[in-house]
């Protein structure tokens, strides 16, 4: 029986069976995983994280009213009005 390294829920895959590269789904928390090594089976998780991350960010400068500097844009546009 493989563990999922997010949540540790048992997967049921035939160890036999699976291929390095290959690419499964924990049944509890929909973590997306890839077959690492074989004998014994090693999973590790794909990080969607970082799109996730950027787009909690973002929807809390929205929230906040935050805006983010652009410092370099600023300096340019200054530039072109003098």
Same mark, same amino acid.
């Given at each position: 029986? *493989?563990?999922? !390294?997010?949540?540790?829920? #048992? *997967? ?7 291929? %390095?590269?290959?690419?499964l789904s924990c049944p509890e928390c929909?973590? #997306? &995983? %890839?077959?690492?090594? *074989?004998? !014994?089976?090693? &999973?590790? *998780? ?8 950027? #787009?909690?960010? #973002?929807? %809390? ?5 935050? &805006? !983010?500097?652009?410092?370099? %844009?600023?300096?340019?546009e200054e530039e072109d009005e003098e």
């Open positions: 029986m *493989i563990r999922c !390294p997010e949540c540790s829920a #048992e *997967i049921d895959v035939d160890e036999d069976e699976v291929e %390095e590269g290959e690419i929909e973590s #997306e &995983l %890839e077959v690492s090594q *074989i004998h !014994p089976v090693h &999973l590790n *998780i794909i990080s969607d994280d970082d799109d996730d991350d950027e #787009e909690d960010e #973002e929807e %809390e400068v929205a929230e906040n009213g935050d &805006l !983010p500097e652009k410092k370099e %844009e600023d300096d340019d």
